[in-house]
């Protein structure tokens, strides 16, 4: 029954990492940049739920909050960054995306203090299946990261919007060329990311109420290492990685014998797959055009 | 006179500079006159000069971000401070038990090169980044769950510390000798192979430019003088935590090579000397919260300078307003946008026009010559 | 049997299902000037990055003065003594001109250097630095570069850009020059010269070359016998002006 | 070639006799006094004042800084005023050195040492150096005062350690305990360490640990430990209070958390409602931050008043006593001897004074303890108590 629990705790773990990594892999796949900032996002997520949920008490009122401002301040972060950057090389695209995670950072201890907060979203409960006994909220966020993806894939296979996504991955200019509007392509993958974002900042203050300025960090970190792991640009991929990468994750936690090397095994996790398969499990390989 | 006219004084300028302030102060420390503090602040610059130089050849030079430049110090520390410990309970703190400790630190940090060099075969850009991220944690997790008589375990390896009057003159050299070897090495041949890699890998491979060799090259010549870094820096601190090696340090170094721009030693060295006056001066003016001011500092300047450098849109106001044209105007130097030095390498145009796909694509072809062929640094060696 | 300098058999590779190129044989003489022709999308590019090993061929092989040189990587290939020129220019664009040629000369026995030596600047690497730079000079004088020699590479104007890529690939002192394009988007006057510049080439640098053109007029007036390339598969191995009359030459350039 | 070579020959030489004389002249060079025109007494400390541990640092300073203002009241030491000042380390090692020279050559004739015990470590050898005194009021490392001119107000964590398996094997044998520690923290590791050393056979353990990477998602730490009644947690309040609401339905209401020093704060942290939590919530402590009576109700009136009760907890009350202890030792000597002490004299001359009366019979009694006294490596020597913050909540649940 332990490694029951044990698994669906990394199952839950695994969701929040696949959402956080489906951020990345989306910004990846069609703007072609490393979002680094992306983690912090979900830091601004959690620290709107804990200002709105303070003021109204609300945590659907939070959420929506939460998802508006990430929303709009990946956007911004998008146009005033990393637009000017398009077309320029990758390296300085990512000393940039390092750059604004910071200034989200220090901006976020200049407002609300180096202080840790704590912050209760709802309290659920845990409701007993058999021997098992789980927290409500570890099942709403599995439902939910599910439900994401399954809104997610759907959205890529059957709108417009999504098919000129896959597009604009595949061939940014030549789906230029098919009269699809780049920019506007890219602006809406930055917003449905830090919606993404903000959501993973919620079901983490579910999980676990502790909220600091470093929230994002390691899980944006290691969510990035997931979508690696599953194939950037591919969005089952990164909810593979994600889950892979929670389950592994708890399981290392829970033998107290390697629980102290956890980080470690699963960064070596990911040098060893990349070692493997360079383009991580379900990745496209690009030929060069010589 | 092999290069006849082309010898230039500024070539050797920043040798000079580094030697002067080193006999001033020196003269200074060893009499007894100068400040512990200056000593440690001092102790601390050439620590982040040597940071800087090493990360710039990966970062500037070659082109692949590293992420991880901390993990290789962090080796360099733990070994070398722990070669040094060892050491000096029957040498004491005497110059051989540092140059020991040097060599091993350096020695074991450059191997730590190789080994995460052999991934940069195959990975690029990104990928790469994300790896040697995952090394720095991965070295720090181990060296924190060691035991605590190896390596001190969670509370840190406790070293000795060299003479705080000496330290940063022995720092200094070790500067010296560090930008000695590199810009040796960037402005010759295989300064050429390394930066054409950068510039186009393709074409670099068509030209018979072994990009394994070259690769790995810079990589182990850059963690091999981190890992020197990491030695100084296990002399001038009681104990050695893993804790300060993290991707935070790792991302401070990277400031300082992008502050100074790409390919541009000196402008890192200037780089790291600011940001450690900055830091420790800082910190002692800023308080309570207005101390997190500083990262929000970094943070803008880092931004601004990378936008302002490398965005396609600000090209030709680049062109017309930069440090060089400025100078021209004021007819101190003669500037001509389209001449560069003989051996120069130009990167604040880093390019523009190349299809972001080709970089960003992963070398898929090394893949399969490797698994054709086994092992494919035994049968391309270079000579 | 003759001599050829570059002989391949029934070279092919296959991406999926797509047969990008098949059976090709192609065998070329000593000093000759050997055309690859054919419509777009004929697969002449891929027989270059096959001969030069960007893509390792899925059948058949190919030899270099009778050795094999089947999978050896890019470098490798390049060491052995064939080097090519792009379709779409691969300079070092932030490299000075010189400095592009000095990379091409980089593993010239005659100025070999250990990276040691130059780490720490002992007597040979003055020594093979001054030569490179003086070899160097005597290449770029060929292609009358010689005054452009400190500009950046990508500041060149487009033919000169053409002819330094060739400069490079010849200062790695190939036995075979494989030329990708190399009058694309030049005029009748520049292509006129560069005419000139691969036929002194030939003699100079004793190399022999193999060229992809789109230009007929180009390769009539250079190469004796030409292969035509279409889907993949060669259509015509034959002299030039037997190529040009052959119906299914013709068909395949101007359809049916 | 030669001019080239020549140039870079002459660097390296240079250095290299800059270096010899270096070495040769490295013994000269005397030991100034940088306290030779002081007109106060001069107290150094080093704390995170700001980032994630600022809670203690602040503590350390405003308690520090009131028994400073309350002595100087009170006339100082035969007229002559003491001033406290303050450095920021961020819980970072590595700023520890400049802040130390700087409160060094700014005339520092004794100091608390600094608040944490990562950047303590490199304080003490960096007083060793220039033998300057230290009394730290919560760097509770083992080797904090161990070969140095330190002592400890805190109980070393070594100490804690053993006290709590002390505890457990009395209350406990026989029995099955939990221990959640984080494995790459000094502190906590540290007591772990002990802890383990000291407890008796007869005491089974389970075991969760967590690291700096993961201090928000205990699911699986807490399944471990879920059907433990006693949890043994030395950790700090931050991730101790994440623990708590994480296992509040999931560990069973009558169990009890046993922490150490490090959960001080938890009652007061911003959001966290300990009453929330079903569990009991106790700590090994030298102070009792809801004391009533005595010389803490006293200093926790003074506090709150001054600085309100959001940083009040143990490290300040130490830092209270320790700047008391420091001007009591002082003043002794000064009785026995009034040329002993001089408000002009080096940090090096006061650590000799200071270290002669800590290691001799002089005791404190004040806020956190009666009859306060220190064995010969500087670990303190007071009564600990088991200090419950929070009861059990009645059964309610």
Redesign the interface.
């Given at each position: 029954m332990d490694f029951i629990t044990t698994l669906i705790n990394g199952l839950s773990l695994g969701g929040i990492y696949a959402m956080i990594a489906l951020g990345y892999t989306m910004v990846y796949g069609i703007a072609k940049m490393l979002n680094f900032a992306h983690g912090d996002i979900i830091m601004v997520g959690g620290y709107t739920i804990f200002v709105v949920l303070g003021l109204s008490g609300n945590p659907i009122l939070a959420t929506v909050a939460a998802i508006i401002v990430c929303v709009v301040l990946g956007v911004t972060i998008e146009k005033i960054a990393y637009k000017p950057l398009r077309g320029a090389s990758p390296l300085a695209v990512l000393i940039t995306a390092i750059g604004v995670s910071y200034l989200l950072q220090s901006l976020a201890q200049i407002i609300f203090g180096s202080a840790q907060k704590i912050v209760i979203v709802a309290d659920m409960g845990t409701v007993t299946l058999g021997s098992v006994s789980i927290s409500v909220s570890t099942l709403v966020t599995l439902g939910c990261t599910v439900l994401v993806m399954v809104v997610l894939t759907l959205f890529v296979k059957f709108t417009k919007t999504g098919r000129a996504m896959v597009a604009v991955s595949e061939d940014r200019g030549a789906a230029q060329l098919m009269g699809i509007n780049v920019n506007r392509i890219i602006t809406i993958t930055f917003a449905i990311g830090s919606a993404l974002a903000a959501l993973a900042g919620l079901f983490y203050l579910m999980k676990s109420p502790g909220l600091t300025t470093t929230l994002g960090a390691m899980p944006g970190i290691k969510a990035f290492t997931a979508a690696v792991i599953g194939g950037i640009g591919s969005v089952p991929g990164a909810m593979l990685g994600g889950i892979l990468l929670g389950v592994v994750e708890c399981i290392s936690y829970k033998i107290t014998a390697i629980a102290p090397y956890t980080d470690a095994i699963e960064f070596s996790i990911l040098i060893i797959i990349l070692l493997v398969k360079p383009t991580g499990f379900l990745g496209k390989k690009r030929r060069e055009k010589v | 006179m092999i290069r006849g006219k082309n010898i230039k004084w500024k070539d050797f300028i920043n040798y000079a500079v580094i030697a002067v302030v080193t006999i001033i102060f020196g003269s200074l420390s060893v009499t007894g006159n100068l400040a512990s503090s200056t000593q440690f602040l001092l102790e601390k610059m050439s620590i982040a000069i040597l940071m800087a130089i090493s990360l710039s050849l990966v970062v500037g030079f070659l082109g692949e971000l590293s992420l991880g430049h901390a993990g290789f110090m962090c080796v360099g520390a733990y070994l070398g401070g722990k070669v040094a410990a060892v050491l000096a309970q029957s040498m004491g703190n005497s110059i051989v038990t540092l140059i020991l400790s040097v060599l091993v630190g350096g020695a074991v940090a450059a191997v730590c090169g190789v080994v995460i060099g052999l991934p940069a075969l195959r990975l690029k850009g990104d990928y790469l980044a994300i790896v040697t991220l995952a090394f720095g944690e991965i070295v720090k997790s181990i060296f924190q769950n060691t035991s605590f008589e190896s390596f001190g375990g969670t509370l840190g390896l406790s070293t000795p510390r060299y003479d705080k009057k000496v330290l940063f003159i022995i720092g200094f050299v070790l500067v010296i000798i560090c930008l000695a070897v590199i810009q040796n090495l960037i402005r010759s041949k295989h300064g050429r192979a390394i930066t054409a890699i950068r510039d186009n890998e393709i074409a670099a491979k068509a030209m018979g430019i072994n990009v394994t060799k070259y690769k790995l090259l810079a990589f182990t010549v850059s963690a091999c003088f981190a890992g020197i870094g990491g030695v100084l820096y296990s002399w001038s601190n009681y104990t050695v935590q893993s804790s300060n090696f993290g991707y935070n340090y790792s991302i401070e170094i990277l400031v300082m090579v992008v502050l100074g721009g790409m390919g541009n030693i000196n402008g890192g060295i200037l780089a790291a000397t600011l940001i450690t006056y900055l830091n420790t001066t800082l910190a002692t003016v800023l308080t309570g919260d207005l101390a997190v001011l500083q990262n929000l500092v970094y943070a803008l300047i880092l931004i601004v300078i990378v936008i302002y450098n490398n965005s396609p849109a600000l090209k030709s106001f680049r062109e017309r307003y930069n440090l060089k044209a400025l100078l021209h105007k004021i007819k101190l130097v003669k500037h001509d946008p389209m001449r560069v030095k003989d051996d120069e390498a130009v990167w604040d145009r880093v390019p523009t026009k190349i299809a972001m796909d080709e970089i960003l694509s992963v070398d898929t072809k090394v893949r399969t010559s490797v698994a054709e062929k086994g092992d494919p640094y035994e049968s391309e060696g270079e000579d | 049997m003759a001599e050829y300098v570059l002989e391949t058999k029934n070279l092919g590779i296959s991406?999926g299902g797509l047969k990008a190129a098949q059976n090709v044989n192609i065998s070329i003489e000593k000093g000759e000037i050997y055309g690859l022709i054919g419509p777009n999308g004929a697969g002449k590019?891929t027989i270059f990055?096959l001969l030069?090993g960007?893509?390792?061929p899925t059948t058949g092989t190919f030899m270099l003065n009778g050795e094999n040189l089947t999978?050896l990587?890019?470098?490798?290939i390049?060491?052995k003594g064939i080097?090519?020129t792009?379709q779409n220019i691969?300079?070092?664009?932030?490299?000075?001109v010189?400095?592009n040629v000095?990379?091409?000369?980089?593993?010239n026995p005659e100025?070999?250097?250990?990276?040691i030596e130059?780490?720490?600047?002992l007597p040979r690497?003055?020594?093979?630095?001054?030569a490179?730079r003086e070899r160097a000079k005597e290449i770029l004088r060929i292609f009358d570069l010689e005054e452009e020699r400190?500009?950046?590479a990508?500041?060149l104007p487009y033919g000169k850009q053409r002819k330094l890529e060739i400069a490079?690939?010849l200062?790695?002192s190939p036995k075979l020059l494989l030329l990708d394009e190399p009058a694309a988007g030049m005029n009748p006057n520049e292509t006129a010269e560069l005419m000139d510049t691969v036929r002194l080439i030939r003699d100079k640098f004793d190399v022999t070359v193999l060229l992809i053109e789109h230009d007929l007029k180009f390769v009539v007036g250079l190469c004796n016998r030409v292969t035509v390339l279409n889907f993949g598969t060669v259509l015509a191995q034959e002299s030039v002006a037997e190529a040009l009359s052959n119906p299914a030459v013709v068909e395949a350039y101007i359809g049916k | 070639m030669k001019h080239n070579t020549f140039n870079k020959i002459t660097a390296v030489l240079m250095a290299v006799v800059m270096l010899a004389t270096g070495c040769l002249l490295s013994a000269c060079g005397g030991d100034k006094n940088y306290a030779a025109n002081n007109t106060e007494f001069v107290i150094g400390m080093s704390g995170p004042l700001t980032g994630g541990a600022a809670i203690y640092g602040v503590a350390v300073k405003n308690s520090a800084q009131m028994a400073v203002d309350e002595i100087n009241a009170a006339g100082g030491l035969n007229g002559v005023m003491f001033k406290l000042v303050a450095t920021d380390d961020m819980h970072d090692a590595t700023k520890v050195a400049t802040n130390y020279a700087n409160l060094y050559e700014n005339g520092m004739q004794v100091s608390l040492g600094t608040v944490t015990t990562k950047p303590g470590l490199e304080w003490k050898n960096l007083s060793v150096d220039d033998n300057v005194f230290f009394l730290t009021p919560s760097a509770s490392g083992d080797a904090i005062p161990a070969n140095a001119n330190g002592f400890q107000m805190c109980f070393a964590d070594g100490n804690q350690g053993k006290v709590a398996a002390d505890y457990i094997n009395q209350n406990f044998a026989g029995k099955t305990i939990g221990v959640f520690y984080k494995s790459d923290d000094p502190y906590s590791a540290g007591i772990y360490q002990q802890f383990k050393a000291n407890l008796s056979s007869s005491v089974t353990t389970v075991e969760a640990v967590f690291t700096d990477a993961n201090t928000t998602d205990f699911s699986t730490q807490i399944d471990t430990l879920k059907d433990c009644e006693f949890i043994f947690m030395p950790i700090y309040y931050q991730p101790a209070s994440i623990f708590m609401l994480q296992a509040k339905d999931k560990v069973a209401a009558n169990a009890v958390y046993y922490g150490c020093d490090g959960l001080d704060g938890i009652a007061s942290a911003e959001g966290f409602d300990i009453n929330s939590i079903p569990q009991e919530v106790s700590m090994l402590s030298h102070f009792d931050s809801n004391a009533t009576t005595g010389a803490a109700k006293e200093y926790i009136d003074k506090y709150v008043a001054k600085y309100g009760a959001d940083t009040l907890n143990q490290f300040g009350a130490s830092a209270y006593d320790c700047v008391y202890a420091i001007y009591n030792a002082m003043k002794a000597a000064y009785e026995a001897d009034n040329s002993s002490i001089s408000v002009t004299m080096s940090a090096s001359e006061l650590c000799e004074v200071l270290k002669a009366q800590f290691n001799g019979s002089f005791s404190y009694s004040g806020v956190t303890g009666q009859n306060i006294s220190w064995d010969s490596t500087g670990y303190v020597q007071k009564t600990a108590i088991r200090y419950v913050v929070k009861p059990a909540a009645s059964n309610e649940n």
């Amino acid at each position: 029954m332990d490694f029951i629990t044990t698994l669906i705790n990394g199952l839950s773990l695994g969701g929040i990492y696949a959402m956080i990594a489906l951020g990345y892999t989306m910004v990846y796949g069609i703007a072609k940049m490393l979002n680094f900032a992306h983690g912090d996002i979900i830091m601004v997520g959690g620290y709107t739920i804990f200002v709105v949920l303070g003021l109204s008490g609300n945590p659907i009122l939070a959420t929506v909050a939460a998802i508006i401002v990430c929303v709009v301040l990946g956007v911004t972060i998008e146009k005033i960054a990393y637009k000017p950057l398009r077309g320029a090389s990758p390296l300085a695209v990512l000393i940039t995306a390092i750059g604004v995670s910071y200034l989200l950072q220090s901006l976020a201890q200049i407002i609300f203090g180096s202080a840790q907060k704590i912050v209760i979203v709802a309290d659920m409960g845990t409701v007993t299946l058999g021997s098992v006994s789980i927290s409500v909220s570890t099942l709403v966020t599995l439902g939910c990261t599910v439900l994401v993806m399954v809104v997610l894939t759907l959205f890529v296979k059957f709108t417009k919007t999504g098919r000129a996504m896959v597009a604009v991955s595949e061939d940014r200019g030549a789906a230029q060329l098919m009269g699809i509007n780049v920019n506007r392509i890219i602006t809406i993958t930055f917003a449905i990311g830090s919606a993404l974002a903000a959501l993973a900042g919620l079901f983490y203050l579910m999980k676990s109420p502790g909220l600091t300025t470093t929230l994002g960090a390691m899980p944006g970190i290691k969510a990035f290492t997931a979508a690696v792991i599953g194939g950037i640009g591919s969005v089952p991929g990164a909810m593979l990685g994600g889950i892979l990468l929670g389950v592994v994750e708890c399981i290392s936690y829970k033998i107290t014998a390697i629980a102290p090397y956890t980080d470690a095994i699963e960064f070596s996790i990911l040098i060893i797959i990349l070692l493997v398969k360079p383009t991580g499990f379900l990745g496209k390989k690009r030929r060069e055009k010589v | 006179m092999i290069r006849g006219k082309n010898i230039k004084w500024k070539d050797f300028i920043n040798y000079a500079v580094i030697a002067v302030v080193t006999i001033i102060f020196g003269s200074l420390s060893v009499t007894g006159n100068l400040a512990s503090s200056t000593q440690f602040l001092l102790e601390k610059m050439s620590i982040a000069i040597l940071m800087a130089i090493s990360l710039s050849l990966v970062v500037g030079f070659l082109g692949e971000l590293s992420l991880g430049h901390a993990g290789f110090m962090c080796v360099g520390a733990y070994l070398g401070g722990k070669v040094a410990a060892v050491l000096a309970q029957s040498m004491g703190n005497s110059i051989v038990t540092l140059i020991l400790s040097v060599l091993v630190g350096g020695a074991v940090a450059a191997v730590c090169g190789v080994v995460i060099g052999l991934p940069a075969l195959r990975l690029k850009g990104d990928y790469l980044a994300i790896v040697t991220l995952a090394f720095g944690e991965i070295v720090k997790s181990i060296f924190q769950n060691t035991s605590f008589e190896s390596f001190g375990g969670t509370l840190g390896l406790s070293t000795p510390r060299y003479d705080k009057k000496v330290l940063f003159i022995i720092g200094f050299v070790l500067v010296i000798i560090c930008l000695a070897v590199i810009q040796n090495l960037i402005r010759s041949k295989h300064g050429r192979a390394i930066t054409a890699i950068r510039d186009n890998e393709i074409a670099a491979k068509a030209m018979g430019i072994n990009v394994t060799k070259y690769k790995l090259l810079a990589f182990t010549v850059s963690a091999c003088f981190a890992g020197i870094g990491g030695v100084l820096y296990s002399w001038s601190n009681y104990t050695v935590q893993s804790s300060n090696f993290g991707y935070n340090y790792s991302i401070e170094i990277l400031v300082m090579v992008v502050l100074g721009g790409m390919g541009n030693i000196n402008g890192g060295i200037l780089a790291a000397t600011l940001i450690t006056y900055l830091n420790t001066t800082l910190a002692t003016v800023l308080t309570g919260d207005l101390a997190v001011l500083q990262n929000l500092v970094y943070a803008l300047i880092l931004i601004v300078i990378v936008i302002y450098n490398n965005s396609p849109a600000l090209k030709s106001f680049r062109e017309r307003y930069n440090l060089k044209a400025l100078l021209h105007k004021i007819k101190l130097v003669k500037h001509d946008p389209m001449r560069v030095k003989d051996d120069e390498a130009v990167w604040d145009r880093v390019p523009t026009k190349i299809a972001m796909d080709e970089i960003l694509s992963v070398d898929t072809k090394v893949r399969t010559s490797v698994a054709e062929k086994g092992d494919p640094y035994e049968s391309e060696g270079e000579d | 049997m003759a001599e050829y300098v570059l002989e391949t058999k029934n070279l092919g590779i296959s991406f999926g299902g797509l047969k990008a190129a098949q059976n090709v044989n192609i065998s070329i003489e000593k000093g000759e000037i050997y055309g690859l022709i054919g419509p777009n999308g004929a697969g002449k590019t891929t027989i270059f990055n096959l001969l030069t090993g960007v893509y390792k061929p899925t059948t058949g092989t190919f030899m270099l003065n009778g050795e094999n040189l089947t999978g050896l990587s890019e470098q490798a290939i390049n060491r052995k003594g064939i080097a090519r020129t792009f379709q779409n220019i691969r300079l070092f664009n932030n490299m000075s001109v010189i400095r592009n040629v000095m990379v091409g000369l980089h593993n010239n026995p005659e100025f070999k250097c250990t990276a040691i030596e130059s780490m720490f600047r002992l007597p040979r690497h003055f020594a093979s630095e001054k030569a490179m730079r003086e070899r160097a000079k005597e290449i770029l004088r060929i292609f009358d570069l010689e005054e452009e020699r400190n500009n950046l590479a990508c500041n060149l104007p487009y033919g000169k850009q053409r002819k330094l890529e060739i400069a490079r690939a010849l200062a790695t002192s190939p036995k075979l020059l494989l030329l990708d394009e190399p009058a694309a988007g030049m005029n009748p006057n520049e292509t006129a010269e560069l005419m000139d510049t691969v036929r002194l080439i030939r003699d100079k640098f004793d190399v022999t070359v193999l060229l992809i053109e789109h230009d007929l007029k180009f390769v009539v007036g250079l190469c004796n016998r030409v292969t035509v390339l279409n889907f993949g598969t060669v259509l015509a191995q034959e002299s030039v002006a037997e190529a040009l009359s052959n119906p299914a030459v013709v068909e395949a350039y101007i359809g049916k | 070639m030669k001019h080239n070579t020549f140039n870079k020959i002459t660097a390296v030489l240079m250095a290299v006799v800059m270096l010899a004389t270096g070495c040769l002249l490295s013994a000269c060079g005397g030991d100034k006094n940088y306290a030779a025109n002081n007109t106060e007494f001069v107290i150094g400390m080093s704390g995170p004042l700001t980032g994630g541990a600022a809670i203690y640092g602040v503590a350390v300073k405003n308690s520090a800084q009131m028994a400073v203002d309350e002595i100087n009241a009170a006339g100082g030491l035969n007229g002559v005023m003491f001033k406290l000042v303050a450095t920021d380390d961020m819980h970072d090692a590595t700023k520890v050195a400049t802040n130390y020279a700087n409160l060094y050559e700014n005339g520092m004739q004794v100091s608390l040492g600094t608040v944490t015990t990562k950047p303590g470590l490199e304080w003490k050898n960096l007083s060793v150096d220039d033998n300057v005194f230290f009394l730290t009021p919560s760097a509770s490392g083992d080797a904090i005062p161990a070969n140095a001119n330190g002592f400890q107000m805190c109980f070393a964590d070594g100490n804690q350690g053993k006290v709590a398996a002390d505890y457990i094997n009395q209350n406990f044998a026989g029995k099955t305990i939990g221990v959640f520690y984080k494995s790459d923290d000094p502190y906590s590791a540290g007591i772990y360490q002990q802890f383990k050393a000291n407890l008796s056979s007869s005491v089974t353990t389970v075991e969760a640990v967590f690291t700096d990477a993961n201090t928000t998602d205990f699911s699986t730490q807490i399944d471990t430990l879920k059907d433990c009644e006693f949890i043994f947690m030395p950790i700090y309040y931050q991730p101790a209070s994440i623990f708590m609401l994480q296992a509040k339905d999931k560990v069973a209401a009558n169990a009890v958390y046993y922490g150490c020093d490090g959960l001080d704060g938890i009652a007061s942290a911003e959001g966290f409602d300990i009453n929330s939590i079903p569990q009991e919530v106790s700590m090994l402590s030298h102070f009792d931050s809801n004391a009533t009576t005595g010389a803490a109700k006293e200093y926790i009136d003074k506090y709150v008043a001054k600085y309100g009760a959001d940083t009040l907890n143990q490290f300040g009350a130490s830092a209270y006593d320790c700047v008391y202890a420091i001007y009591n030792a002082m003043k002794a000597a000064y009785e026995a001897d009034n040329s002993s002490i001089s408000v002009t004299m080096s940090a090096s001359e006061l650590c000799e004074v200071l270290k002669a009366q800590f290691n001799g019979s002089f005791s404190y009694s004040g806020v956190t303890g009666q009859n306060i006294s220190w064995d010969s490596t500087g670990y303190v020597q007071k009564t600990a108590i088991r200090y419950v913050v929070k009861p059990a909540a009645s059964n309610e649940n």
